[in-house]
């Protein structure tokens, strides 16, 4: 069965960076987009951006252009998130999804001082 | 970007009873390949997104025949037949049909 196993918690002080990984399971990797998400306390859900799984190829949410970096590791099955120059605001559960059909459990990153 | 509204912002429902939920987007969201990339997602307590339609009435595998989409244009609805206690959740529209996705800001579904 299909499976997005996404890394674990983390607490992150402003202006740093965090890197979160969506290791897939269940189904042919390079065949299917990654899309990640987030969910901000009390907030609608976001998408942030997007990668081709099979060619690398990425596109991003204008809001997170120049901060967010989404790539994949295919001998892995993994894709991974890096969000740089942390703010509280960033503070959320940011989820992967393989296009939006099958989503990862979530990871809850937490940005303070 | 396209905006997505969602209405009510909260359905209390008897179980058994029918439940509506409406989106509206600030544009079509027919692609250019015909297709309207238009789907719901359902979150319960705790648990990540799981998408229950996508393009406007397809119902995604194992989603119980229970939930029906509807719809054209720029205004489409999600109805559960019969409200049963697991369905309790927020429920979210999302278009794919433009760079950036955008989702409608949800619509909570509990039990009276």
């Known amino acids: 069965q299909v499976q997005l196993e996404q890394s674990g918690a983390e607490v992150k002080k402003p202006g740093a960076s965090v890197k979160v990984s969506c290791k897939t399971s269940?189904?042919?990797?390079?065949?299917?987009?990654i899309h990640w998400v987030r969910q901000a306390p009390g907030q609608r859900l976001e998408w942030m951006g997007w990668i081709n799984a099979g060619n690398g190829i990425t596109k991003y949410s204008q809001k997170f252009e120049g901060r967010v970096t989404i790539t994949r590791d295919s001998s892995a099955s993994t894709a991974y998130m890096a969000l740089s120059s942390l703010r509280s605001e960033d503070t959320a559960v940011y989820y992967c999804?393989?296009?939006?059909?099958?989503w990862g459990q979530g990871t809850l990153v937490t940005v303070s001082s | 970007d396209i905006v997505m509204t969602q209405t009510p912002l909260s359905s209390p429902v008897t179980l058994g009873q029918p439940a509506s939920i409406s989106c509206r987007s600030s544009?079509?969201?027919?692609?250019?390949?015909?297709?309207?990339?238009l789907s719901w997602l359902q979150q319960r307590p705790g648990q990540p997104p799981r998408l229950l339609i996508y393009k406007i009435s397809k119902r995604f595998s194992g989603v119980p025949d229970r939930f029906s989409g509807s719809g054209a244009g720029t205004d489409f609805t999600l109805k559960i037949s019969r409200v049963e206690a697991e369905d309790v959740g927020i429920y979210y529209c999302l278009q794919a049909t433009q760079f950036p996705l955008t989702f409608g800001g949800g619509t909570k579904v509990e039990i009276k």
């Open positions: 999804a393989r296009v939006y059909d099958y």
């Open positions: 544009q079509s969201l027919v692609h250019s390949d015909g297709n309207t990339y």
């Open positions: 269940g189904y042919t990797f390079i065949d299917y987009a």
